[in-house]
T-cell receptor, first 115, second 111 residues
């Protein structure tokens, strides 16, 4: 399966600042996704990163807060903007390498704490 | 609304003590059900995909089964290295590739 690298692996940020998380895959993939995993809760899909077009956001997530880029088939970024303590979470990138019903594979995530 | 519920939330087993984890789901139409293992500080690691009721998949000490309403992850003679959080996710036929995840079962296997 694809090797997925996320940077940074963890960070501590001040409220009101923004952080960009990178997701790099070692092969071209058709689909890339961004999830949030809050303590004690399930993974929640933030958005699907579409190559060459605007990301598709899930209910409750907006582009102004979580802008996403996907300039090619191996790379995507997620920015968490104007952070507050409620944004403290693990942010995970996943990729789909086959058809839509094939399993997604995940990076190890970015652990973000907001002071 | 699509929904996934996993039980129990946490499970402690002695080494060699077999058990099952449950994933109950409600979805308009099932495209696939996925089991993942997540170790602390790591992302979810894919284990199995199940597509239709009656299907079974096995890998070492793990066996996943699927009915029209739920899936079970059976763990036979577990070892301490099987300790992890096990996550279940479903994908519906609604036209998107979105996964709905359960909150997971935290498994601890004691030596």
């Amino acid at each position: 399966s694809a090797v997925i690298s996320q940077k940074p692996s963890r960070d501590i940020c001040q409220r009101g600042t923004s952080l960009t998380i990178q997701c790099q895959v070692d092969s071209q993939v058709t689909m890339m996704f961004w999830y949030r995993q809050q303590p004690g809760q399930s993974l929640t899909l933030i958005a699907t990163a579409n190559q060459g077009s605007e990301a598709t956001y899930e209910s409750g997530f907006v582009i102004d807060k979580f802008p996403i880029s996907r300039p090619n088939l191996t790379f995507s970024t997620l920015t968490v903007s104007n952070m507050s303590p409620e944004d403290s979470s693990i942010y995970l990138c996943s990729v789909g390498t086959g058809g839509g019903d094939q399993p997604q594979h995940f990076g190890d995530g970015t652990r973000l704490s907001i002071l | 609304e699509d929904q996934v519920t996993q039980s129990p939330e946490a499970l402690r087993l002695q080494e060699g003590e077999s058990s099952s984890l449950n994933c109950s789901y409600t979805v308009s139409g099932l495209r696939g059900l996925f089991w993942y293992r997540q170790d602390p500080g790591k992302g979810p690691e894919f284990l199995f995909t199940l597509y239709s009721a009656g299907e079974e998949k096995e890998k070492e000490r793990l066996k996943a089964t699927l009915t029209k309403k739920e899936s079970f992850l059976h763990i036979t003679a577990p070892k301490p290295e099987d300790s992890a959080t096990y996550l279940c996710a479903v994908q519906s036929t609604s036209g998107t590739y979105k996964y709905i995840f359960g909150t997971g079962t935290r498994l601890k296997v004691l030596a």
